[in-house]
């Protein structure tokens, strides 16, 4: 069965190879590989026309920059595959985790599969998700649980069922998006199964949008994505700690560097 895997690309050139070299090289075939071209600046589009031209299972689409949640669902509206599964253009994978993903959620018939998650800096390597043995969860409190929300609303990481998440479109216009689509996601999913020893690789790009000083508004879609997780998880009676209930409402620098954090907790 085909894996339609959707790649938003937006400025990444420095990094893009390394990403889709993973993806080719995977020793599951059945690929369908789409990379929106998000408006891109620098030669990434010439990238990806030259993997497209040596490889029939790419499909490139150009648009105008909507940012990621439009990069997405451009590429959710291209994708045919029976399996859908997200990658940032900056990233890569093992090159068994395809396969390793597909045979799990096939085999417990899953909606979601789950890679494990290392988070890589040019001089170390974090691990921010751990799976150790296959396992498979359907009460929403322990898929919550087994991927670390709030801590971690990834929507990479994951093989899903394209009949889960083929119409539940990003936000457009706002950043953090993984916090509003992931939770929704993993509520409606059956079944989750983890996937031990296969690894998603997120790397830690200083020029991601998260690294700089964030805008006003980039500060209240922050704000407003952890609000909307915190009501989530009050409707569910999913259980909070006082630290996860308590979000940063606006922070004030000095030149660039962050010198206060103005917080609420339980909208004090």
């Given at each position: ?50 993997y497209a031209s040596k490889d029939p ?81 359907s009460d929403l409190k322990d898929k ?83 609000k909307y997780l915190i009501n989530f ?36």
């Amino acid at each position: 069965m085909t894996i339609s895997i959707i790649i938003p690309v937006y400025n990444t050139s420095e990094f893009l190879k390394d990403c889709l070299e993973s993806v080719i090289n995977q020793t599951y075939k059945e690929l369908e590989i789409i990379c929106v071209n998000d408006g891109s600046k620098d030669n990434s589009l010439e990238i990806l026309n030259n993997y497209a031209s040596k490889d029939p299972r790419f499909k490139i689409i150009s648009q105008k920059n909507q940012g990621l949640s439009g990069a997405r669902n451009t590429g959710l509206d291209s994708a045919t595959g029976e399996y859908i599964s997200f990658l940032d253009s900056d990233d890569w994978l093992d090159l068994n985790y395809f396969e390793k993903l597909y045979n799990a959620i096939i085999k417990y018939n899953a909606d979601i599969s789950a890679a494990s998650i290392l988070r890589t800096r040019k001089n170390s390597t974090k691990i921010r998700v751990k799976y150790d043995k296959e396992e498979v969860y359907s009460d929403l409190k322990d898929k919550i649980k087994i991927c670390n929300i709030p801590k971690c609303c990834y929507v990479w990481n994951k093989l899903y069922k394209s009949s889960l998440v083929k119409d539940k479109k990003f936000k457009i216009g706002v950043q953090y998006e993984d916090i509003l689509w992931t939770p929704e996601v993993l509520k409606q999913a059956d079944k989750i199964v983890t996937v031990a020893n296969i690894n998603y690789y997120y790397r830690a790009n200083s020029k991601s949008i998260v690294k700089k000083k964030q805008t006003k508004k980039q500060q209240f879609d922050s704000y407003n994505a952890k609000k909307y997780l915190i009501n989530f998880f009050d409707k569910n009676n999913l259980p909070l700690t006082k630290k996860q209930r308590t979000i940063v409402k606006e922070q004030k620098y000095l030149f660039n560097l962050a010198i206060a954090k103005i917080k609420e907790y339980n909208n004090t």
